[in-house]
């Protein structure tokens, strides 16, 4: 069955390790289109923050962001957005007081106030480069449970890989366990993690498969690409899962198709094999 829909993560996937997105990538992508498939980037990253990577493809693109979250399509409106109930994200703050100094929450709004930390470290070797290119949607909110005035997006926190998995596995065991979903993203060459804590039954996947069935897609006419943890619903739920030779162990024993390093446009090698060849 030709594929319909095309689902890409961002990081480790659509770009290469340098932060680029490799010409074979966009040259796919744009042939892609042409061809009447529609283009999804499914990323951890907040709408505004994948903005620069939107703006660097030849077609217009649907997008997953802040795992799952929220779906924006090409001309600005939102149709599908899943967010953490108040009193649950002030549960996880408690829940989480021995990682305090590295959480934030993230909201869907217009430019400032976007992202709130209790404080941040604008020194961190780990958090320096995302906090400068944030800095306009950044504002700090001491205590952070004070933020909570609305509904956030998602409780966010990121550090080492052995404490981000503690983390993990306090929320995952805990009172809150049934009302929130966790994303985690690891990067073991720089001994760093990302967990998102996110409404229950909210991932990248869940959210493609809301999508599926609004635009009426049978699962094997959809095609996803990923490398990470916070991948794995997404690829599940579809009926071509691609996984790039850079993905985590984890990913590689599922039996799954497998495309080129994200430094070789890894992408458009998988595009052209299974949606245009």
């Known amino acids: 069955m030709a594929v319909r829909l095309i689902a890409i993560d961002i990081d480790g996937t659509l770009l290469d390790s340098k932060g680029r997105v490799p010409d074979r990538n966009l040259q796919a992508l744009a042939a892609a289109a042409e061809r009447g498939v529609e283009v999804a980037i499914a990323t951890g990253r907040r709408y505004d923050f994948a903005r620069p990577i939107l703006e660097m493809l030849p077609c217009p693109v649907t997008t997953i962001a802040s795992n799952g ?8 409106t939102t149709p599908l957005r899943r967010l ?5 994200a002030r ?4 829940a989480t007081r021995p990682w305090r100094d590295s959480v934030a929450l993230a909201f869907d709004r217009p430019r400032e106030g976007q992202v709130v930390f209790e404080r941040i470290d604008w020194t961190h070797p780990s958090r320096r480069a995302y906090a400068e290119r ?6 700090e909110i001491e205590p952070l449970d004070e933020a909570l005035t609305e509904d956030p997006l998602q409780v966010m926190f990121n550090g080492p890989i052995a404490s981000m998995r503690e983390l993990v596995a306090c929320l995952g065991t805990g009172s809150l366990r049934t009302e929130i979903s966790l994303a985690a993203t690891e990067y073991e060459a720089r001994d760093f993690a990302l967990v998102d804590v996110l ?3 909210c991932t990248k996947g869940s959210m493609l498969a809301a999508w599926m069935v609004r635009q009426a897609y049978a699962r094997d006419q959809v095609m ?3 490398d990470n943890l916070n991948d794995l619903e997404m690829l599940e739920a579809v009926g071509r899962p691609v996984v790039m030779a850079n993905a985590v162990p984890e990913l590689h024993t599922r039996g799954w ?6 430094d070789d446009g890894g992408v458009g090698e998988a595009v052209e094999r299974w949606a245009l060849g």
């Open 84 to 88: 953490l109930p108040t009193a649950v």
């Open 224 to 226: 996803a690409l990923g």
């Open 91 to 94: 549960g996880v703050l408690g």
């Open 199 to 201: 409404t229950a039954g």
């Open 69 to 76: 979250a929220l779906l924006r399509l090409p001309d600005g």
């Open 134 to 139: 944030n800095r306009p949607f950044i504002r």
């Open 257 to 262: 198709d497998a495309t080129g390093h994200c």
